[in-house]
């Protein structure tokens, strides 16, 4: 693959229903990245959180809502972006879900789990709520 950044959009609904769609279109821009198995896993995983957040808190679980999901890529690099209109948090201030009293907690690892595979993660709230994740490799 050329060092060009090649990105594409995807608009769904707020609806976990969806999250099969959003899957789907990923795998297909990652199977051809020159990293391993698990990292493509990893991308996969931190997609569905963030997506399934925006989904539940962003858009408060309503189907009339629109979240857009945007990637770039090339050889040693894969972005991903979700963006819904909610009102946004403070993501300094959530619970640490490793914490012995959350650990049986049924939700709440989202934000952890980003921050845990991605290698950089950042959050705008100018328009909506934006969150980015980097993930970087070598080729």
């Known amino acids: ?5 090649q990105s594409d959009s ?6 976990l229903d969806h999250l ?5 279109w990923a795998q297909h821009h990652i199977e051809n990245l ?3 198995q698990d990292k493509k896993y990893e991308i996969l995983l931190s997609l569905s959180e963030a997506v399934t957040n925006a989904i539940r808190h962003g858009c408060r679980s309503k189907a009339s809502e ?3 999901i945007t990637i770039e890529k090339n050889h040693n690099l894969f972005r991903l972006a979700v963006q819904d209109g909610g009102n946004g948090f403070d993501p300094n201030t959530l619970p640490d879900p490793t914490h012995e009293d959350r650990l049986l907690q049924p939700s709440g690892r989202g ?4 921050r ?3 290698d ?6 100018s328009s909506g709520t934006c969150v980015t994740a980097v993930f970087r490799f070598t080729a």
């Open 1 to 5: 693959m050329p060092n060009t950044i």
């Open 10 to 15: 995807l608009i769904i609904q707020a609806s």
């Open 20 to 24: 099969s769609k959003v899957h789907d």
């Open 34 to 36: 020159p990293i391993p």
């Open 66 to 68: 629109k979240i857009t």
């Open 111 to 114: 934000v952890f789990l980003l």
């Open 116 to 118: 845990s595979l991605a």
């Open 120 to 125: 950089e993660v950042r959050f705008d709230f």
